[in-house]
């Protein structure tokens, strides 16, 4: 169900932000984008729930212990290790792509700056697709391979964009990074939660994320 929202949002985000940017201008869906984020924090901060009853006693901690108990994870599990390098450098190229989604429409697609939100609607609608693909590999192994698959696909098609001159072919390469995305997601997070301890898999989660 995760990777289902965040593909959703990757094809209706850059939908709602044109809408937003066409009634508000830029300043009005920046405006909007910051609201929404705090609505989306107050919200969460509302939430809450029963605490389940544990059979050991829970020791006091720190943020920074909880930190450090993280980091000991990854230097004692070589895999967890491979897993959050490769989960860096998909992040860090996911960032280039905001950049670079502008830089290809312009100057490589000449689509102008409308054309830089069509790309990313391309890649938002693969993960959609790709995200109902990944469903199909439920209950079955090689969820390594998926995963390291996913990552080069997350490379891949941006290089072959550098030959590329026609949108439609842009737009299909755009929607295979959307599909790794997906697949990348949906096994590097089943693989974590089955190679981390499970007593320190929340302190190790909220460590990774940030």
Same mark, same amino acid.
């Given at each position: 169900?995760?990777?289902?929202?965040?593909?959703?949002?990757?094809?209706?985000?850059?939908?709602?932000?044109?809408?937003?940017?066409?009634?508000?201008?830029?300043?009005?869906?920046?405006?909007?984008?910051?609201?929404?984020?705090?609505?989306?924090?107050?919200?969460?901060?509302? !939430?809450?729930?029963?605490?389940?009853?544990?059979?050991?006693?829970?020791?006091?901690?720190?943020?920074?212990?909880?930190?450090?108990?993280?980091?000991?994870?990854? $230097?004692?599990?070589?895999?967890?290790?491979?897993?959050?390098?490769?989960?860096?450098?998909?992040?860090?190229?996911?960032?280039?792509?905001?950049?670079?989604?502008? !830089?290809?429409?312009?100057?490589?697609?000449?689509?102008?700056?409308?054309?830089?939100?069509?790309?990313?609607?391309?890649?938002?609608?693969?993960?959609?697709?790709?995200?109902?693909?990944?469903?199909?590999?439920?209950?079955?192994?090689?969820?390594?391979?998926?995963?390291?698959?996913?990552?080069?696909?997350?490379?891949?098609?941006?290089?072959?964009?550098?030959?590329?001159?026609?949108?439609? !072919?842009?737009?299909?390469?755009?929607?295979?990074?959307? !599909?790794?995305?997906?697949?990348?997601?949906?096994?590097?997070?089943?693989?974590?939660? $089955?190679?981390?301890?499970?007593?320190?898999?929340?302190?190790?989660?909220?460590?990774?994320?940030?």
């Amino acid at each position: 169900v995760p990777g289902h929202h965040d593909s959703s949002t990757a094809l209706l985000g850059p939908r709602a932000a044109g809408a937003l940017v066409a009634l508000l201008d830029v300043e009005g869906a920046s405006a909007g984008a910051a609201l929404a984020a705090w609505w989306g924090g107050w919200l969460i901060a509302r !939430v809450t729930f029963e605490a389940p009853p544990r059979v050991e006693a829970v020791q006091s901690s720190s943020p920074w212990q909880d930190l450090r108990e993280s980091a000991a994870v990854v $230097r004692r599990l070589p895999s967890v290790r491979v897993l959050c390098v490769l989960f860096c450098t998909q992040t860090f190229t996911r960032g280039c792509f905001s950049v670079f989604a502008i !830089v290809v429409s312009i100057r490589l697609l000449d689509t102008g700056e409308a054309g830089a939100g069509v790309l990313t609607g391309a890649f938002g609608l693969g993960a959609v697709l790709g995200s109902f693909a990944a469903s199909l590999l439920i209950g079955r192994a090689g969820f390594a391979r998926w995963f390291g698959i996913g990552v080069a696909l997350w490379g891949l098609p941006f290089a072959a964009l550098a030959y590329v001159s026609q949108p439609v !072919v842009a737009y299909g390469l755009l929607g295979l990074v959307g !599909v790794a995305n997906a697949v990348e997601d949906v096994t590097g997070f089943t693989l974590l939660q $089955r190679l981390v301890p499970d007593a320190v898999l929340g302190r190790f989660f909220g460590a990774f994320e940030a």
